[in-house]
């Protein structure tokens, strides 16, 4: 598990929108919630 | 596939994004990615609008009211963030075009569900209606579905249908 109070590593992946999300791109704007999940179609 | 689990939830409008390829690669960088397993865990990681990870923990079902809480808090501590601007939305009389069997005129359907548009953009289905197969020809000169009629414009192609939507109808 990651750190608290550690840099976040930066990354860029494609939504179901198509768009493409990059963590930074947030960076002064927006906090960022990242919620895990194992598979689609299951719990989230 | 996340449009269609989005859609099954009643429509998902906040970013769900594929970690496939490498597969699990931004999950491991996060310290989530269960190699053994071949899978993510279940987990929450928050990162501030300064890139700094303010939380992170394994979970099993999630307790929304105590995230929210931890959201607030850390919220509180930053007061120079922009406000939140709420999206354009779409032009009034927004119509897209849909055919049946149809893989593209489903993301299109897709898309909408997820940004819960519902209200905002009409379906013509010009499969089941030869009236709207006909106003399709008119507007855009051909049959060819699915096509956005927005403000006066065609917009086809579904990958540029789906952005459209979404540049003007998320949060993000």
Known sequence: MIEIGSDAPDFSLVDQFGRKITLSQFRGQKHVLLLFYPLDFTPT | MHANFGSSLGGISYPMLADFHPKGAMADSMGVY?????????????????????HASSTGKRDMEALAAICEEIDQAHEDLP?????????????????????????????????????QLTVKNVSQNPAFLAELKELSGAETAPVLWIAG???AESSQIVGHLADRCSAL
């Open chain 2, 34 to 54: 269960k190699a053994d397993r071949g899978m993510t865990d279940r987990a929450t990681v928050i990162v501030d609008a300064k890139g700094v990870v303010r």
């Open chain 2, 153 to 155: 414009e065609v917009v």
């Open chain 2, 83 to 119: 406000a939140l601007t709420r999206p354009a939305g779409l032009a009034a009389g927004a119509t897209v075009y849909v055919r049946d069997r149809c893989a593209a005129s489903r993301a299109v359907a897709l898309a909408r569900t997820n940004l819960h548009l519902e209200d």
